[in-house]
């Protein structure tokens, strides 16, 4: 029997980071399925004076920074200042980026 395969057409991860006492987001549409450490890689990549998960947020939203980086994975990316509800559960809050975390 032939083996029926899935291909991944987008995934969205949604990275936590902690600024000024609330919590914001960055979404990101990629080509594939990464983990969250190679998401920020693969950003941190295509935006190379960005030193911190800060810094980053800031180019992304100040839009010079670069999301597009050839081959890079990254389709879309925007930052969002609302969690979504199952996002205040321990759990996921604590896997919290800090504003000065290195990338």
Do not use: F
Request: aromatic share 4%; net charge negative; charged share 30%.
């Amino acid at each position: 029997m032939e083996k029926i395969g899935r291909q991944v057409s987008a995934y969205h991860p949604e990275i936590l980071v902690r600024r000024a006492g609330k919590v914001i987001v960055i979404r990101v549409d990629m080509d594939d399925w990464y983990e969250e450490g190679e998401v920020l890689g693969k950003l941190a990549a295509a935006n190379p004076s960005c030193r911190t998960v800060g810094e980053l947020v800031e180019a992304i939203e100040s839009g010079e920074g670069e999301l597009s980086a050839k081959g890079s994975g990254v389709m879309a990316c925007c930052i969002s200042d609302r969690v979504r509800p199952e996002a205040s559960t321990q759990a996921v809050l604590e896997s919290v980026r800090q504003w000065d975390e290195p990338i």
